[in-house]
C-alpha cells in the first residue's frame, strides 16, 4: 500500500514564526503535492513537484515556498506566518503515467 | 478558481437508502475523479472515469459523465453509516501536461443516519 506521512497532525504557531511541513512517501513517486483545504472552497493547490529540485507553482502560492531535494520528501514552508494561513494542508503524491493522487492524513495549522 | 461545482452541498439520509451527488465542471477534461475524506483526514481515491466513458461501477459505487453537459454524478447504493464522508470530484483538464494536477470541487458532506 502506499504510504503518504505528514510530520504533525496537529500544528500552533504564532504570527511571524517559519514553518515548515513534510511530507514523506514511501513510493518512489515522481510527482508530490501540497493543497490547503479550506470551508467553502474545497482544495486549492499551493505548490507540485515533478522531480527532486523541481517545483511549479499551483494556484495559490503567494505566502509559501517549497522544497524538494529528495525523492520521497516535500516540504512546504510557510517564510512569515500569517492568521490567514490557518487552514489544513494536504500532501499527495502520484506516479508518473497514473492519474490517481494519494493523500496523507493532513496538517491542522493554527496561526495565532 | 474552481473548475467543479458539487451539488448538494449537504446530504442525510437513512442507511440503506442511495445517495445521489452531482458535480459540474467548466473546461474540457480528459478524466474526472471522485475521492472520499473523512472527517479530519486525508483523501481517498474512489473511482476515474474518462472523457470517452459514461458509466462506471465499484462495487455500491456508480458514476457517470456527460461531457456534453460537463457534468458528473456519484451514486453511493445500499448506504451504510462507514459512508459518512465528504465526497469531492476532480478533473484532470484536456491540454495540461502531464502534470497530474487536479481541480478539486467544494465537496458534497454525507451523513448516513444509522
Known amino acids: 500500500d502506499v504510504k503518504v506521512t505528514q510530520s504533525s497532525r496537529y500544528l500552533v504557531k504564532r504570527t511571524g514564526e517559519k514553518v515548515f511541513l513534510e511530507c514523506v512517501q514511501d513510493m518512489d513517486h515522481e510527482n508530490m503535492f501540497w493543497y490547503r483545504q479550506d470551508p467553502g472552497l474545497g482544495l486549492r493547490l499551493i505548490y507540485f513537484?515533478?522531480?527532486?529540485?523541481?517545483?511549479e507553482k499551483g494556484d495559490i502560492p503567494e505566502g509559501y515556498s517549497v522544497s524538494r531535494e529528495k525523492k520521497e520528501r516535500f516540504s512546504l514552508i510557510l517564510e512569515s506566518a500569517s492568521t490567514n494561513q490557518t487552514s489544513m494542508y494536504l500532501c499527495?503524491?502520484?506516479?508518473?503515467?497514473?492519474?490517481?493522487?494519494?493523500f496523507g492524513p493532513g496538517t491542522r495549522l493554527l496561526v495565532l | 478558481s474552481q473548475q467543479g461545482e458539487e451539488d448538494p452541498q449537504a446530504l442525510s439520509i437513512q442507511e440503506g437508502e442511495n445517495a445521489t451527488m452531482n458535480c459540474s465542471y467548466k473546461t474540457s477534461i480528459n478524466n474526472l475523479q471522485w475521492y472520499r475524506q473523512n472527517s479530519g483526514r486525508g483523501l481517498v481515491h474512489l473511482i476515474l472515469i474518462r472523457s470517452n466513458e459514461r458509466e462506471k461501477h465499484s462495487g455500491r459505487l456508480r458514476v457517470t459523465l456527460d461531457t456534453s453537459k460537463k457534468s458528473s454524478s456519484l451514486l453511493i447504493t445500499a448506504s451504510r453509516a462507514a459512508d459518512t464522508a465528504s465526497y469531492f470530484c476532480a478533473t484532470d483538464k484536456r491540454g495540461s501536461s502531464n502534470t497530474g494536477k487536479l481541480i478539486f470541487g467544494q465537496g458534497t458532506t454525507l451523513q448516513v443516519k444509522p
Open positions: 513537484s515533478y522531480d527532486v529540485k523541481m517545483k
Open positions: 499527495a503524491s502520484r506516479p508518473d503515467r497514473v492519474e490517481t493522487q494519494y
